[in-house]
């Protein structure tokens, strides 16, 4: 099983619609990201999470909202999906607290978002 | 701000050639830079970095070195495999390596027939 595991890992829904992207890890980081890829701008980060009470807006969260449930879980939200919104997003995590090399990410395997 | 600009592709190659992706930055201070690469249908995984001015990263035969006279860490590999075709991203972040910080390029594809 993967370390880092997103669901839905497709999802096409309507503007208007409520949508969340799950997101857990059995890698016991304590920092948790969410970013967003589109063709040509490469990964955007929306929201990160150092721990279950500490979370902070990226360079993108507008029509974005987190909730860390857990350690091991992060979720992301769209209010009310519009069609820009449509893309391919990562959730991944990172270890302050081990051996874990500075600077490295562990991304799940991606959600691809159509909003139609 | 801290930005980095990565060479646009698809880098298209035949197995066994040499390969150079560029990329330059842009950043106050002394970055940590990393390249990412992300094989088709998988989340991004770390490739190499380097944390100061001349220490090269190398991993899977790849290789970068962090040039601080030119802001450039070009990644390099002498025989390319068709197994290397995937998106590679260059990174950078604070001197500590900060997750939070990470500022990535646009990445470029490369495709390797054989």
């Known amino acids: 099983d993967a370390d880092v595991t997103q669901t839905p890992r497709n999802r096409i829904t309507k503007t208007g619609k409520r949508i969340m992207l799950e997101c857990s890890q059995t890698?016991?980081?304590?920092?948790m990201y969410w970013y967003r890829q589109d063709p040509g701008l490469g990964l955007r980060l929306i929201y990160y999470?150092?721990?279950?009470?500490?979370?902070n807006k990226g360079e993108i969260s507008d029509g974005y909202s987190v909730s860390r449930q857990a350690q091991a879980k992060f979720s992301l939200s769209l209010e009310s999906a519009i069609p820009n919104q449509t893309a391919l997003y990562f959730c991944?995590?990172?270890?302050?607290?081990?051996?874990?090399?500075?600077?490295?990410?562990?991304f799940g395997e991606g959600s691809r978002l159509t909003v139609l | 701000g801290d930005s980095v600009t990565q060479m646009e592709g698809p880098v298209t190659l035949s197995e066994e050639a040499f390969l150079t992706i560029n990329c330059t930055y842009t950043?106050?201070?002394?970055?940590?830079l990393f390249w990412y690469v992300q094989y088709p249908g998988e989340g991004l995984q770390l490739l190499l970095k380097a944390t100061k001015a001349d220490d090269k990263g190398s991993n899977k035969g790849f290789e970068a070195t962090y040039r601080k006279e030119t802001t450039s860490f070009h990644l390099e590999k002498g025989s390319v495999q068709v197994s290397d075709s995937a998106v590679y991203f260059c990174?950078?972040?604070?001197?500590?390596?900060?997750?939070?910080?990470?500022?990535f390029g646009t990445g470029t594809r490369l495709q390797v027939f054989p």
């Open positions: 991944a995590t990172s270890d302050t607290t081990g051996t874990g090399l500075a600077g490295e990410l562990f």
């Open positions: 990174a950078l972040s604070d001197r500590g390596g900060n997750t939070d910080k990470l500022i």
């Open positions: 999470s150092f721990d279950v009470k500490d979370i």
């Open positions: 890698k016991g980081h304590d920092r």
């Open positions: 950043a106050t201070g002394y970055p940590s």
